[in-house]
């Protein structure tokens, strides 16, 4: 065990799909059970301040692999087959620095082989309407790229299929996972993890992220963790509407795929049942791969990232899914765990505001204690060691999404919110309204740190192709793009 702790650590990056950050137990929730991530935040580093800047899975997972910002890796929204073309990725670094670099689960990238500088993926993306459609070339269509796929028709037949349960994978529709517990998606991200245990190299330390597709939708869990949280209903915490957001309400009343609306409380029961026994269901998955990583002797000498791409509305403010600028959609779990002590940190809650981007450098940082150069990330390495800023006094945000388009600057007191095509503004302050339901934007005794925000979002915005600002003054669009043109260019 002492020769392991001589070698570089082995480093580990655990990541969901759609968890929001006030929806594990060690961050306050009331219902939710996650027993594991309690433990890693409470014996690691619990980051109380991570963001999503643009809140999709494609382009944080690009700000993820890049350590760009949204100006720079060009998503500032969601759009497929889009190439990624990139000099710089996380993974390559790992590979370049001697790690076996292995991905499980998701990428979620184009096309869907593309590695991204792993050595080996084992795909599965879940449910995408891209890849999903039969007229796609043959390499790109689902049935050749998922592993996933593939491994569960080798055990249900060849004729299963994802959607044989019929939910969808932007559904607020809850039920019970159809098969076996140990052949749903979640369980299979750990048992090909496990598999890349036992047949790594032992001579090299292996840098392996491990991808979830949940709790995005399908909110299918094994029926255990459904019927856990539907037993508890009706404790379920209170669903927040502000009174700027009672409108979105009237949208979309018969809609399996809203993304605003209003509906019963028993859908809303089913729906809120289905996400929680989703994060339940991963994190005794994560104990799962804990045990195993004692087993193989590796806790000791592993640093272990657990972080979200994006968050969840769920429901609040009438408004569901994400690419929203509120809370439920950019504020996102962080934890580092280092269970053999070799980071030998002193701060445990760090409030610092951190962003997907800062993941790589950190990472690089903590295993190799090199910088990375030429990117955004910020590596917050120091923040666990000390009190002391480091990283950045707010974040530039926002999201490509028709009349709902944003930019948002977002400090730790308070959030300015820009929408782009309708042209309003919204100000919330939120260390006495953390859900955001008074907005106050129009409060004359706010005006100051609304006219300072706003300045701060006309200098991120000033040089933008999308013509954002004119003569110094924010300028609304009729529309507003998901890609900047470099990146469809390249």
Same mark, same amino acid.
């Not at 969901?16 to 059970?33: A, W």
């Not at 433990?39 to 301040?49: K, R, V």
């Not at 494609?58 to 949204?70: H, K, V, W």
């Not at 760090?350 to 990330?377: C, F, M, N, S, W």
């Given at each position: 065990?002492?020769?392991?702790?001589?070698?570089?650590?082995?480093?580990?990056?655990?990541?969901?799909?759609?968890?929001?950050?006030?929806?594990l137990g060690i961050n306050g929730h009331p219902i939710v059970s996650t027993p594991n991530l309690n433990m890693m935040a409470s014996q690691g580093f619990n980051f109380h301040h991570a963001y999503s800047a643009v809140?999709?899975?494609?382009?944080?997972?690009?700000? &993820?692999?890049?350590?760009?910002?949204?100006?720079?890796?060009?998503?500032?929204?969601?759009?497929?087959?889009?190439?990624?073309?990139?000099?710089?990725?996380?993974?390559?670094?790992?590979? /370049?620095?001697? #790690?076996?670099?292995?991905?499980?689960?998701?990428?979620?990238?184009?096309? /869907?082989?593309?590695?991204?500088? %792993?050595?080996?993926?084992?795909?599965?993306?879940?449910?995408?309407?891209?890849?999903?459609?039969?007229?796609?070339?043959?390499?790109?269509?689902?049935?050749?790229?998922?592993?996933?796929?593939?491994?569960?028709?080798?055990?249900?037949?060849?004729?299963?299929?994802?959607?044989?349960?019929?939910?969808?994978?932007?559904?607020?529709?809850?039920?019970?996972?159809?098969y076996e517990e140990a052949l749903h998606p979640t369980n299979w991200v750990i048992t090909k993890s496990l598999d890349f245990l036992k047949r790594r190299d032992p001579t090299q330390p292996f840098f392996l992220k491990?991808?979830?597709?949940?709790?995005?939708?399908?909110?299918?869990?094994?029926?255990?963790?459904?019927?856990?949280?539907?037993?508890?209903?009706?404790?379920?915490?209170?669903?927040?509407?502000?009174?700027?957001?009672?409108?979105?309400?009237?949208?979309?009343?018969?809609?399996?795929?809203?993304?605003?609306?209003?509906?019963?409380?028993?859908?809303?029961?089913?729906?809120?049942?289905?996400?929680?026994?989703?994060?339940?269901?991963?994190?005794?998955?994560?104990?799962?791969?804990?045990?195993?990583?004692?087993?193989?002797?590796?806790?000791?000498?592993?640093?272990?990232?657990?972080?979200?791409?994006?968050?969840?509305?769920?429901?609040?403010?009438?408004?569901?899914?994400?690419?929203?600028?509120?809370?439920?959609?950019?504020?996102?779990?962080?934890?580092?765990?280092?269970?053999?002590?070799?980071?030998?940190?002193?701060?445990?809650?760090? #409030?610092?505001?951190?962003?997907?981007?800062?993941? *790589?450098?950190?990472?690089?940082?903590?295993?190799?204690?090199?910088?990375?150069?030429?990117?955004?990330?910020?590596?917050?390495?120091?923040?666990? #060691?000390?009190?002391?800023?480091?990283?950045?006094?707010?974040?530039?945000?926002?999201?490509? %999404?028709?009349?709902?388009?944003?930019? *948002?600057?977002?400090?730790?007191?308070?959030?300015?919110?820009?929408?782009?095509?309708?042209?309003?503004?919204?100000?919330?302050?939120?260390?006495?309204?953390?859900?955001?339901?008074?907005?106050?934007?129009?409060?004359?005794?706010?005006?100051?740190? &609304?006219?300072?925000?706003?300045?701060? &979002?006309?200098?991120?915005?000033?040089?933008?192709?999308?013509?954002f600002v004119k003569n110094g003054q924010l300028v609304p669009l009729n529309k507003t793009k998901p890609t900047l043109d470099f990146i469809k260019n390249i």
């Amino acid at each position: 065990m002492k020769e392991n702790r001589q070698k570089k650590p082995n480093v580990v990056l655990i990541m969901v799909d759609q968890l929001r950050y006030d929806c594990l137990g060690i961050n306050g929730h009331p219902i939710v059970s996650t027993p594991n991530l309690n433990m890693m935040a409470s014996q690691g580093f619990n980051f109380h301040h991570a963001y999503s800047a643009v809140p999709t899975c494609i382009p944080s997972r690009a700000a &993820l692999m890049t350590g760009l910002n949204q100006k720079n890796h060009g998503r500032v929204g969601y759009e497929d087959n889009i190439p990624w073309q990139y000099e710089k990725t996380i993974a390559k670094e790992f590979t /370049e620095l001697g #790690y076996q670099t292995e991905a499980v689960g998701k990428m979620h990238v184009y096309p /869907e082989r593309q590695r991204m500088g %792993f050595e080996h993926v084992t795909l599965h993306d879940g449910y995408l309407h891209e890849s999903r459609k039969y007229y796609k070339p043959h390499g790109s269509q689902f049935e050749q790229t998922d592993d996933y796929l593939s491994w569960l028709r080798e055990k249900k037949g060849t004729d299963a299929d994802l959607i044989d349960d019929g939910m969808d994978c932007n559904s607020w529709v809850a039920r019970p996972w159809m098969y076996e517990e140990a052949l749903h998606p979640t369980n299979w991200v750990i048992t090909k993890s496990l598999d890349f245990l036992k047949r790594r190299d032992p001579t090299q330390p292996f840098f392996l992220k491990m991808s979830f597709t949940r709790p995005h939708a399908p909110l299918n869990p094994p029926e255990y963790y459904f019927d856990m949280y539907m037993a508890r209903k009706d404790s379920f915490p209170e669903i927040k509407v502000g009174e700027w957001a009672k409108k979105n309400g009237n949208d979309s009343p018969y809609d399996t795929t809203a993304l605003k609306g209003q509906y019963s409380q028993e859908e809303m029961n089913r729906f809120r049942a289905g996400y929680y026994g989703s994060i339940t269901h991963i994190d005794h998955q994560i104990g799962r791969f804990l045990t195993a990583m004692t087993e193989h002797q590796l806790d000791q000498n592993t640093i272990i990232l657990f972080i979200s791409d994006h968050g969840d509305q769920l429901g609040e403010h009438h408004l569901f899914r994400k690419a929203y600028p509120y809370q439920g959609s950019i504020h996102i779990p962080c934890i580092l765990y280092d269970p053999g002590h070799l980071l030998n940190g002193q701060i445990k809650d760090i #409030y610092e505001i951190v962003e997907l981007r800062d993941i *790589y450098p950190t990472l690089i940082d903590l295993a190799a204690g090199q910088k990375v150069a030429d990117i955004d990330g910020i590596s917050v390495k120091n923040s666990i #060691y000390q009190q002391e800023f480091t990283t950045r006094n707010y974040l530039h945000g926002e999201h490509s %999404f028709g009349e709902d388009s944003s930019q *948002y600057i977002l400090t730790k007191e308070y959030k300015y919110i820009w929408f782009s095509v309708r042209n309003e503004e919204q100000l919330f302050y939120l260390v006495e309204d953390p859900d955001e339901c008074v907005n106050l934007a129009d409060e004359p005794a706010h005006q100051e740190i &609304l006219s300072y925000l706003r300045n701060q &979002l006309i200098k991120e915005l000033r040089n933008r192709e999308e013509g954002f600002v004119k003569n110094g003054q924010l300028v609304p669009l009729n529309k507003t793009k998901p890609t900047l043109d470099f990146i469809k260019n390249i």
